[in-house]
């Protein structure tokens, strides 16, 4: 297996622009999770999925924030519009919910940088 | 209230050294999982343990042990003989087992290893 695959592995945009983040989770895994990390906040768990469906997003910093899982092989994590407190290194987790207490496995993150 | 405190924010040791990081955790559940994650200067988050709730034995694997005791709520972690290749960011994080799998970060303690 490829492991935990995120797309882009940078992304340089303009203040006010909309980003896309994306991300493959290991095939057979049912949970899925986007994290921020920043020097100040260190890891945040923004919002999590089970089969799919969204259980927790109130990390999610607000409304600019949005993120989908329209099937168990695909996510996306949305900013729009964008701004510069927004660049940090974002990483989507996979795991599987029903396993006794399964390892989440990262992707490499998305630095994103907003200017 | 779910919680992980890793109270050293950075340590620096001389490499053959050794070092131990400490974690310390918050939980009303019975049964949880504890991990630990490594993250060298490269940036992914690499897994490297995992201890469940019902198993007190510390563990060996290599230059590096685990030390888990209930009664004071810690799960932490030795590395013994140091080494350059040591140097990174470790995570302590927490899984109980009724939120569906959710995962809680320590905030990192980074490890520098001087040659």
């Known amino acids: 297996d490829a492991g935990v695959i995120q797309s882009p592995r940078h992304e340089v945009t303009e203040m006010g622009q909309e980003v896309t983040l994306r991300c493959k989770p290991i095939s057979g895994h049912n949970s899925l999770f986007w994290y921020r990390q920043t020097m100040m906040r260190g890891l945040e768990l923004l919002i999590y999925f089970n089969n799919n469906v969204p259980i927790d997003d109130s990390g999610m910093p607000e409304d600019r924030f949005s993120a989908k899982m329209p099937n168990a092989s695909f996510s996306t994590l949305k900013i729009q519009p964008s701004e510069p407190r927004d660049s940090a290194v974002y990483f989507c987790?996979?795991?599987?919910?029903?396993?006794?207490?399964?390892?989440?496995?990262f992707g490499q993150g998305t630095r994103l940088t907003v200017v | 209230a779910q919680k992980v405190t890793q109270a050293q924010t950075e340590i620096s040791v001389v490499e053959k050294e050794d070092v131990t990081l400490d974690c310390v955790y918050e939980t009303r559940d019975t049964t949880y999982y504890l991990f630990w994650y490594k993250q060298p200067p490269s940036g992914e988050l690499v897994f490297l343990i995992r201890r469940n709730s019902f198993d007190e034995q510390n563990e060996i694997s290599g230059r590096y042990s685990w030390n888990f005791q209930k009664s004071t709520s810690s799960f932490n972690f030795t590395i013994t003989a140091s080494q350059v290749v040591d140097s990174a960011v470790y995570f302590c994080a927490l899984s109980p087992w009724n939120t569906g799998n959710q995962f809680y970060f320590g905030t990192g303690t980074s490890l520098t290893v001087i040659p």
């Open positions: 987790a996979s795991t599987f919910l029903g396993g006794a207490g399964t390892e989440a496995f």
